[in-house]
């Protein structure tokens, strides 16, 4: 049986993907919006969705299940919590809070009343990810020492409150949160420090691009880079593993696999540069590496509902879970700490 869904904000996700995807769904039934801007419900009306009068009309009816909340960052702890406590289970869009201490406070609120809680990491379904996560599962070119994670644009920030601080505006919290959940996903094992630094290009109020290294317990690194001033983009995804490398390029191409079967040439003919020779950089050649492509891997970003949903009837744990929540919201909180003190930091609780 479907599950009713609400959802609070009807602007770019709100409108032209919670409920347009709602609207189709096999799992959830849409039973309206709310948004504030009286002109965004006039809209829904207009394509044939009721339009809730207000937050308090939502959370009165008994027969909303969820709540998807796709306002301003800013906004999100008080209606996440209000709706929790109405008995109804709450998907939040990213980032889930402001700080690791309001998503305390949402998740507390979660745990009393008993409701399925949970942020929307969408991008868990990226068929970029999923290449290289699939890349790093199969183990074929070993553990990876090195992932290099890149979104690239050239438009600056959005002209609306995501250039705004006090609605949680800038680039770590608006995309920084999506990479930084794919790469815990793909090393999954202790953090021991984080270095950021952060551009302000195109926005002095927050910022408009930034670098963020994660180092981990083991040595391996997630180097993560978010630019919005970049007319020449870099590799989506770069990876150096124990025996090789993967690439990939954009996000609508396959992965590029190189591994090394033999690390040493009997003969290994120099090249020949402007300044001179080298060996070091010789290419390689067939004998002593094995090249492939990975195919795109089939993704379908409703799983997502699909598991919210059997999650609240018991039969699945929750995708994205209140641990998984709060190590992405920390590491975000010591990348702007680290921006802010010039140096790296420790990774603490």
């Known amino acids: 049986m479907k599950k009713n869904l609400v959802v609070v904000g009807y602007g770019g996700m709100g409108g032209g993907f919670h409920a347009k995807k709602a609207l189709t769904s096999d799992v959830v039934n849409l039973l309206g919006i709310y948004d504030i801007d009286e002109k965004k419900n006039e809209l829904a009306r207009a394509n044939g ?16 299940d969820i709540v998807t909340v796709a306002v301003p960052n800013d906004s999100h702890k008080e209606i996440v919590i209000r709706a929790l406590e109405a008995g109804k289970s709450v998907i939040c869009e990213k980032p889930v809070a402001m700080s690791l201490a309001e998503l305390d406070e949402m998740i507390a609120a979660a745990n009393k009343s008993g409701n399925i809680f949970s942020v929307h990491q969408n991008r868990r379904f990226d068929v970029d990810y999923l290449a290289i996560k ?15 994670s890149r979104i690239h644009g050239s438009r600056g920030i959005p002209s609306d409150w995501r250039g705004e601080k006090e609605h949680g505006g800038g680039m770590i919290l608006d995309w920084g949160v999506h990479l930084i959940d794919q ?3 793909i090393f999954n094992e202790p953090i021991k420090s984080i270095y950021c630094t952060v551009t302000n290009i195109t926005n002095k109020e927050v910022d408009d691009g930034f670098y963020l290294t994660i180092t981990f317990a083991s040595g391996a690194e997630a180097f993560i880079e978010v630019g919005t001033y970049n007319f020449i983009p870099l590799p989506r995804f770069y990876m150096k593993a124990e025996k090789g490398s993967a690439i990939i390029t954009d996000w609508r191409e396959c992965a590029k696999v190189v591994k090394c079967k033999y690390w040493h040439e009997s003969e290994v003919i120099p090249v020949e540069t402007a300044a001179g020779l080298t060996k070091t950089m010789a290419p390689r050649d067939a004998v002593t590496v094995e090249e492939w492509s990975e195919e795109r891997p089939q993704s379908d970003v409703h799983d997502y509902y699909r598991n919210f949903c059997a999650a609240m009837d018991g039969k699945e744990t929750q995708m994205v879970t209140h641990p998984e929540m709060r190590t992405v919201m920390r590491v ?4 702007f700490a680290s921006a802010q003190a010039g140096e790296p930091v420790p990774y603490t609780e």
């Open 332 to 335: 975000m909180e010591l990348a």
């Open 134 to 148: 699939k890349i790093v599962g199969d183990g074929k070119i070993g553990k990876p020492l090195r992932i290099e």
């Open 183 to 185: 790469l815990l996903q």
């Open 49 to 64: 969705i009721y339009a809730y009068s207000s937050l308090d009309e939502v959370l009165a009816d008994e027969r909303v």
